[in-house]
């Protein structure tokens, strides 16, 4: 199996040009078939995301991830600017932990959809991820689950929401930008939005991990990998 995992993240770093002068190189005799090569990358995958997926879903996995880290709507931007002008900036902040909490709490129900997305590649599907750009894996899991996932997301972000009050900490600070003088009122909806920004956070973790995976050096864990790679170096 790690002969095949190699062989897999080996198409997964060399680039089309430069493909058939690795393979070339390969030592013969691998044996590796279609069937073995889909279920490589099957694997692959689901380390990838089972080891990202699991960070976001712990405590500030959002929260103090720059990357991914859930700020306000635009339309609110202005809302957090003019609570910490007044010196109301624990309110601003405690709004704001809250969004990136809801989606903590949504990503834990991430994995299964993954995984069952997961299964379902074919050879064909594998073939052109593992011959695709730095985050083609990542596009078709994005193809293959985002309406899924917003559909689990949403209600447990809604959940959330009503568990620790946000609603009203929301009305709370809507309420006093909006009664400020020379402001126009906002309303949005938070829910669909903390929902999309979430997925797009899950969508940029795996991202991150699949270009690791094709390019980072430390990822040559075995003898063929480091051979391989060193073609690029």
Known sequence: MKRILAFILLFQLAGCAELQQVVNQLPQGTGIGNAEIA????????????????KLALENGFFKNELVKILLPEELQKVDKTLRDIGLSSLADEGL?????????????????????????TFNDAKQILLGNDNAATQYLQQATKTQLYNKFNPIIKNSFQKVGADKIWTNIITKYNNLPLTNDVNPDLTDYTTNQALSGVYTMIAVEEKEIRTKVSSRTTDLLKKVFALQD
């Open 97 to 121: 932990k809250i969004l990136n909490r809801a989606a903590e709490d949504a990503v834990g129900e991430a994995t299964p959809i993954f995984v069952d997305a997961v299964k379902g590649i």
């Open 39 to 54: 279920q490589g990358l099957r694997e692959a995958l689901n380390m990838g995301i089972e080891k990202q997926v699991n």
